[in-house]
């Protein structure tokens, strides 16, 4: 399977606790973002990174929510200190950058869905 | 902020019929990308529109792209069961931002 895979697909937590997801992209894809959703909602936008370097993050996201990109292949998103507000389906996103604008299509994967209790 | 609007939130429709859904942005896009999401899914995407009065078209689904590139249409043809779940427009800003999405269902 040649998608972008995430891990776990879900995950069941406690307030208060740590939690961090991982996404792996399609290898070939230099940009990979994160996002979030709610019930009933579009997907939010979190952060994204283009190879390793994190190149904007948005300004709804708390001191909480850290990501990494080390290699400038997989990443992680860590949420510390977990709220009940944290509740969503947490979804990876990549994409190959470079082709204007003209290819900006991108592949999602089945995202992490996180509860806390 | 910036935002990306969608309306309808919801559509019931009988299988046959026509469906549209509509996007519409505050801000000029650079261009926009329509998603679907089936239930329990994770958007798909479907096809991205570039140009000032773009119209494409793939089988039954027809998407346009206004003149001042701050509005967007996505048109069924003579729905299918198949075509149930939401549809996501999203607007490339300086990032992409996602509509809140049109929820189908339809009715054998």
């Known amino acids: 399977d040649t998608g972008v895979s995430q891990d776990p697909r879900h995950k069941i937590t406690k307030r208060g606790q740590n939690v961090t997801f991982r996404c792996d992209p399609i290898?070939?894809?230099?940009?990979l973002y994160w996002y979030r959703q709610t019930l009933g909602q579009g997907p939010e936008f979190l952060t994204y990174?283009?190879?390793?370097?994190?190149?904007?993050k948005s300004r709804l996201l708390s001191d909480r929510f850290s990501a990494e990109r080390p290699k400038g292949s997989f990443s992680t998103l860590e949420i510390q200190r977990t709220e009940q507000g944290d509740s969503a389906m947490y979804l990876c996103?990549?994409?190959?950058?470079?082709?204007?604008?003209?290819?900006?299509?991108?592949?999602f994967g089945s995202g992490t869905q996180l509860s806390v209790l | 902020g910036q935002q990306v609007m969608q309306i309808p939130q919801y559509q019931h429709v009988q299988e046959g019929e026509d469906f549209t859904t509509y996007c519409n942005s505050s801000?000029?896009?650079?261009?926009i990308q329509w998603y679907k999401q089936r239930p329990g899914g994770h958007p798909v995407f479907l096809i991205q529109?570039?140009?000032?009065?773009e119209v494409k078209k793939q089988k039954r689904l027809t998407f346009q792209f206004g003149e001042a590139k701050k509005n967007s249409s996505l048109h069924i043809t003579a729905t299918q069961t198949t075509d149930v779940g939401t549809y996501f427009c999203?607007?490339?800003?300086?990032?992409?931002?996602f509509g809140q999405g049109t929820t189908l269902q339809v009715k054998p």
């Open positions: 999203a607007g490339r800003l300086s990032k992409l931002i």
């Open positions: 996103a990549s994409r190959q950058s470079g082709g204007g604008t003209t290819n900006e299509k991108l592949f």
């Open positions: 990174f283009q190879n390793e370097a994190q190149l904007e």
């Open positions: 290898s070939e894809h230099n940009r």
């Open positions: 801000t000029t896009l650079s261009n």
């Open positions: 529109l570039v140009k000032s009065g």
